[in-house]
């Protein structure tokens, strides 16, 4: 790792801890010497980027201290290009646009000598097949969500079973070859798992939830952790 990106990753391990970083930590993460990291310490110090702590108690970053956000690492960069490999293999036309949006975006704004980690990535995922093979337009389903707003749906159970749900969406999850609308269902009085291309009829209605997205979403990760316990193996 060149110099100039050693400096700016101890900036961004810095920046995402909300406690003192060690040099040993640094050290670590980096794969340098300690000695290193007191130097490179030392450097930013002398160029003014406001860090505070010593050897043995660990380092802090002024939390009010910013940089420019595409000054992206190499490594960052085959991050991003894998989530994007990631998301094309989920089968979503419109996150797969959304991904490749961003990339375009980045290869702009990027200084050209990272260009060629966009062109010729050092990671890859096996060709293959969509993993996801319905085309269901998750676009409608992602503007409820960030609204907050309620859903109208008819929806075919495994059974063929045909019914007319009024739901609160939480979160749409991707689970190996499914698409799930994670909500809460106003007729079942709980939070279900409904599968995306079991969906027949769809409607976003104007009627919002009553309840903060924060709060809902605190609710559903409460009944998962309740489920995941009841399901876990007693010893």
Known sequence: ??????????????RRSNRP?????L????EVARRTIYRDIAHLIGQRVPIEGEAGFGYVLDPRYDMPPLMLTSEEIEAV?????????????????AARDVISKIASAIPSDLLPFIAEPAVGLKPGE?????????RPLRRAIRDGRKIQ????????EVTHRIVWPVLLGYEEARCLLIAWCESKKAFRHFRTERVLNLEVLEETIGVSK???RQQWLQWRETELSRL????
Not at 21 to 25: G, K
Request: with cysteine; hydrophobic share 40%; net charge neutral.
């Open 1 to 14: 790792m060149r110099k100039a990106e050693r400096l700016f990753q101890i900036i961004q391990i810095l």
């Open 21 to 25: 970083v060690t040099s040993a930590q």
């Open 27 to 30: 050290a670590d993460e980096l």
């Open 81 to 97: 290009l894998l989530g994007i490999q990631l998301v094309e293999k989920l089968g979503d036309p419109a996150i797969t646009n």
């Open 130 to 138: 969509i993993t996801n093979g319905a085309t269901f337009d998750t």
């Open 153 to 160: 749906l008819d929806y075919c159970a495994a059974n063929s």
């Open 214 to 216: 924060r709060k809902l």
């Open 232 to 235: 876990r193996p007693t010893p």
